[in-house]
């Protein structure tokens, strides 16, 4: 008897709790404008091409990955790559300049999302193309444009002789009240403010080396205790709304490793940006939240919310942190982004049908697993 009463008790306090997060669930007020078509990748240029590969010499790959672009252009009978490595002092935007100024056509970034973005900051709105060859541990703009990220090779055969295409970036605003300090920064992929920022925070270095992406689950099993944060939200200018939140996140694109589509509906490059509220406050709220993701269920769940925006403004009364790309960014009080449609000529792959128009990434194993499952039953 006092087992079944104990097993109600927990049955009626999840419902209450479940009922109280999806009342806690308002819509934001926004205006839904339809996105503009999808620029398809055209094929390179023909021809010689001056080549700068900008490297980060700390990636444990560094050497041999030029050794590879040297080789790979000597074979196409292109003149001599400008090799320019990044520093602590400067992670890759005044190598790009300086690639720039030598009339670079290509400039390759070969390290990590932090390289990627620094690079991209140089050659926003300039004609010069961007190639990426995946040294980091996310990759994370490598994934969402489709190019092979465990396959170097491929990487640079793609940007010496593939196709290309443009994308948008966003601009983002840190600001902090508490210490006076405001900065602004290029992101392509994602920022985020809360948890997921937390995680990012507090991945220990000598598990990425290990593990790679997969060390940011430990970190995240750690935070999942954390409590919600009310925050306040605008959506291109419309008025704040409050909210409690665990996670905020602007998306540019939505695909995480692991072949995670975080985002299902986001486009790279649509002249928007997709704004993901994250608020479960019990592991039921991260059950569905899991769910919802992994098998990228359609319908609504009351612990997530997407919306479409131009800009998004977070104020938050407490410092919160924050993160680019996957890289820690400081905590801020205040967050402004901006979409900046059209700012990069990306080199990628063949086009393959789907809405993105990049190539179709294959389901991970767990995924296809489910679906067999779903079938059957």
Same mark, same amino acid.
């Given at each position: @008897? ?12 999840? /419902?209450?709790?479940?009922? =109280? ?7 934001? =007020? ?12 055209? +094929? ?29 252009? %000597? ?19 005044? =190598? ?32 010069? /193309? ?17 190019? +092979? ?11 010496? #002789?593939? &196709? ?15 210490? #006076? ?8 992929? @994602?920022?985020? !403010? ?21 060390? &940011? ?32 996140? !602007? *998306? ?29 406050? %019990? ?5 569905? @939240? ?30 919160? *942190? ?14 402004? *982004? ?7 000529? !990306?080199? !990628?792959? *063949?086009?393959?049908?789907? +809405?993105?128009? %990049? ?19």
């Amino acid at each position: @008897m006092r087992r079944k009463l104990l097993a109600g008790t927990a049955a009626a306090s999840a /419902a209450v709790a479940s009922v =109280q997060t999806y009342w806690s669930v308002r819509r934001l =007020q926004q205006t839904r404008t339809p996105t503009a078509s999808v620029h398809e990748p055209v +094929p390179a240029p023909v021809g010689p091409q001056r080549v700068a590969l900008v490297l980060n010499p700390t990636k444990l790959q560094a050497g041999a990955t030029r050794e590879l672009v040297e080789q790979a252009c %000597s074979d196409a009978g292109w003149e001599r790559p400008l090799i320019l490595e990044t520093t602590v002092e400067d992670p890759g935007t005044g =190598q790009a300049q300086r690639a720039l100024d030598a009339g670079a056509d290509l400039v390759i970034a070969a390290g990590g999302d932090g390289t990627v973005r620094a690079v991209a900051q140089a050659l926003a709105h300039r004609p010069a /193309a961007l190639g990426l060859l995946p040294l980091g541990t996310g990759n994370l703009l490598v994934r969402n444009l489709g190019l +092979p990220y465990h396959d170097i090779a491929g990487c640079l055969r793609i940007a010496l #002789h593939g &196709y290309e295409r443009r994308i948008d970036a966003a601009r983002i605003i840190l600001r902090n009240d508490r210490t #006076h300090t405001s900065s602004e920064h290029p992101f392509l992929v @994602m920022g985020g !403010v809360g948890f997921d920022a937390s995680v990012v925070a507090d991945a220990k270095q000598d598990l990425k080396d290990k593990l790679g992406w997969l060390a &940011y689950s430990e970190a995240g099993v750690r935070h999942l205790p954390g409590r919600r944060r009310r925050i306040s939200i605008s959506l291109d200018g419309q008025p704040p709304q409050s909210r409690k939140v665990r996670s905020l996140l !602007v *998306a540019n694109c939505g695909k995480l490793p692991a072949g995670v589509d975080f985002v299902p509906d986001a486009m790279i490059d649509d002249g928007y940006l997709d704004v993901v509220v994250l608020s479960p406050r %019990s592991l039921i709220g991260w059950t569905l @939240m899991a769910a919802k993701i992994l098998l990228r269920h359609r319908g609504a769940t009351p612990v997530i919310s997407y919306y479409r925006a131009r800009e998004v403004t977070v104020w938050s009364a407490e410092p919160i *942190a924050t993160q680019l790309d996957g890289d820690a960014s400081g905590s801020t009080t205040s967050v402004t *982004a901006r979409v900046d449609p059209d700012a990069l000529m !990306v080199r !990628v792959p *063949a086009p393959a049908p789907g +809405p993105s128009g %990049s190539s179709v990434l294959p389901l991970p194993d767990f995924q296809k697993g489910w679906r067999r499952l779903l079938r059957r039953s």
